[in-house]
């Protein structure tokens, strides 16, 4: 008499389903992906390279003895940004270099890359594989980028202290929200592995 046997997969109305709401989140985190990677990558580029006025930073977050390093600027700059921001290439080279690292590759490179698996995970998704062994790969590097992402700020407020940078206002809630939710994918990825091997237990059996 013959036994039913339970798919590694969904019927194929819900697979459906789950291509097409996966589709507009693959496009939408591929969006952010590549937009914030030529955002972070343009203004490290202009962390070190650009020595015009336009490009500049609020006096609230630089140290008392940096802020008469303001310069002379173009007249499309109003008065109050003037006298609220400094030129970011009237800055030490050090303070920049620390900036650039704490604040252009741990946060925003990290916030980067959990777009990038958000990506490949919809991107899995909306080709019908949702069980593979690619999928918990990828869930448990985003728990990895979303801890390294919570991480972070504290770590930058490290390095600015080791190298005598400024640095303030480095706790924030969404850093606790990220390195929960962080352990939270790593801890569900691995769930979904072992149901993914059960699954293959059960059907090695048919």
């Given amino acids: 008499m ?3 046997v339970a798919t590694a997969y969904p019927p194929s109305t819900a697979l459906d389903e789950i291509r097409s709401l996966s589709r507009p989140f693959a496009a939408l985190f591929g969006f952010l992906f590549f937009t914030m990677a030529v955002v972070a990558i343009g203004l490290i580029l202009a962390t070190i390279f650009y020595s015009g006025p336009s490009f500049r930073f609020s006096t609230d977050q630089i140290p008392a003895d940096q802020k008469e390093l303001s310069i ?4 499309n700059l ?15 080279l050090k303070t920049r270099l620390v900036g650039m690292v704490s604040i252009g590759i741990l946060q925003w490179g990290s916030l980067t890359m959990i777009f990038f698996y958000f990506r490949r995970l919809f991107r899995l998704y909306e080709r019908g594989v949702v069980f593979a062994e690619s999928n918990v790969v990828q869930i448990r590097w985003l728990g990895f980028w979303l801890i390294a992402w919570g ?7 490290q390095l600015c202290q080791i190298s005598g940078v400024h640095d303030e206002g480095w706790f924030r809630l969404s850093s606790v929200v990220a390195i929960v939710v962080g352990g939270l994918l790593y801890v569900i990825g691995r769930v979904v592995n072992l149901g993914r091997e059960i699954e293959q237990d059960r059907a090695s059996f048919v």
Avoid: K
């Avoid at 002379?72 to 007249?75: F, K």
């Avoid at 109003?78 to 030490?92: F, K, N, R, Y």
């Fill in 72 to 75: 002379v600027a173009p007249q």
């Fill in 2 to 4: 013959p036994h039913a």
């Fill in 151 to 157: 991480f972070a700020p504290a770590v930058g407020h």
């Fill in 78 to 92: 109003t008065e109050h940004v003037l006298e609220t921001s400094v030129a970011i290439s009237d800055l030490p």
